[in-house]
């Protein structure tokens, strides 16, 4: 069956799988869909879906903004924070967060303010498990910020601020820093951030009184020079973490140890098992609820890959690649249930659901397809 939301449209990424928000009484969830504001998107739209059955309602737009590419529903599921992937807000070379609250009624997203990302091209915020910190990612200019949450969902102004410096082995794509998401471990001591153009995943102390970011010591981990690590994802407990390498299409497993918040590389896969000649790049990466499994999207091939976890040593081991059914899948989110997926494919304008088998991991397509511009972030709100 097909909805149509009209013109538009990542579950972000929960940093260690803290525990799910209960869902309303019904059992309910709202999933808010970012998008690039092109010609066919206005902003963030919304749709009500209940796991029990797979129906899908379209709610339609629900806040307009530029380009809210990636988006985060803080801990009381109260209020929604948007990216807008910008590079000029005010007459700086800045990009711009906004702030909103959820009507519990009508889903709608009630604006509350809209402040300076601090840099340029911010691609990813994070709630921290306290809700009293948001924090950014700058990609364009490579920074890493914090903001403080108000009482009543608003953004303050900055509290942190840290420029990267740097470069890696590929001249074009890695003459200096792109920071690219936001991880935050389970215990909110530590805040880790892939940066493709360095290499690294920067490792950052997060002081949740004063909202301020220290470097860890050891202040980074490392992947293969010319990887591009773009996003990260914990493991079930947090002993494990993986991060997703955009230019290499390829996924590095690490030991974290949570007590010194860092990480040792003990393995790196390709996402593709066989050859691709054409234009890739990996995107996404989610690791399911139960700890079992890790999905991983590539770009290009349009596909996403899935892995089965071993629980004892955090290696991968292929299960299979499944088509999106769409056109470069930015982003995909794996629903509270656990029972489905919702793939974002940017360059079709679609959002494919896939009921997804928690024992096996595999991934069917549940007849389900959103109709929705530029589509490139998932996330969900329990319905009130």
């Known amino acids: 069956m097909k909805h149509t939301a009209g013109i538009l449209a990542a579950i972000v990424v929960a940093a260690v799988l803290p525990p799910l928000r209960a869902a309303g009484a019904k059992g309910e969830w709202i999933a808010y869909i970012g998008t690039y504001t092109r ?9 009500q879906f209940a796991p029990s059955t797979g129906k899908l309602t379209p709610i339609g737009l629900v806040a307009e903004t530029v380009n809210p590419s990636f988006l985060a529903v803080h801990p009381s599921g109260k209020f929604l924070y948007a990216a807008n992937e910008i590079s000029n807000f005010q007459g700086q070379q800045a990009g711009s967060l906004s702030a909103f609250a959820i009507d519990p009624a009508t889903h709608q997203l009630k604006p509350l303010n809209v402040v300076s990302s601090k840099g340029s091209g911010p691609c990813h915020v994070a709630v921290d498990h306290t809700g009293k910190w948001l924090i950014t990612a700058n990609y364009n200019s490579g920074s890493v910020a914090v903001f403080p949450v108000h009482a009543d969902g608003s953004l303050g102004e900055a509290s942190s601020f840290v420029q990267h410096t740097g470069s890696s082995a ?20 530590f805040v880790l951030v892939n940066d493709l153009g360095l290499d690294e995943i920067l490792i950052y102390r997060l002081d949740t009184a004063n909202g301020a970011l220290t470097p860890n010591e050891p202040p980074f981990g490392k992947v293969a020079p010319g990887s591009g690590p773009r996003h990260f994802a914990f493991g079930k407990g947090g002993k494990f973490g993986y991060a997703l390498n955009e230019m290499a299409l390829t996924v590095t497993a690490f030991q974290y140890d949570a007590a010194k918040g860092s990480l040792t590389e003990v393995q790196t896969v390709p996402t593709l098992a066989e050859p691709f000649t054409g ?18 999207s590539n770009r290009g091939p349009n596909s996403i890959s899935s892995f089965r976890i071993d629980g004892k040593t955090g290696k991968l081991t292929a299960v299979e690649r499944t088509p999106t059914q769409g056109k470069t899948p930015r982003n995909f989110a794996i629903d509270p249930s656990g029972k489905y997926l919702f793939a974002a494919n940017q360059d079709s304008d679609n959002v494919v659901v896939f009921h997804l088998d928690p024992g096996t991991g595999k991934l069917t397509p549940a007849g ?5 511009g530029a589509p490139v972030c998932v996330v969900f709100a329990a319905e009130k």
């Not at 234009?279 to 991983?296: C, D, M, Q, R, T």
């Not at 389900?368 to 929705?372: F, G, H, P, S």
């Open 39 to 47: 010609q066919k998107s206005k902003g963030i739209y919304a749709y």
């Open 170 to 189: 590929d001249a074009n794509r890695q003459r200096g820093p792109h920071a690219h998401d936001i991880t935050i471990s389970a215990d909110n001591r």
């Open 279 to 296: 234009p890739k790049s990996g995107a996404e990466i989610a690791v399911h609820a139960n700890g079992k499994f890790l999905y991983a």
């Open 368 to 372: 389900n397809t959103l109709d929705v």
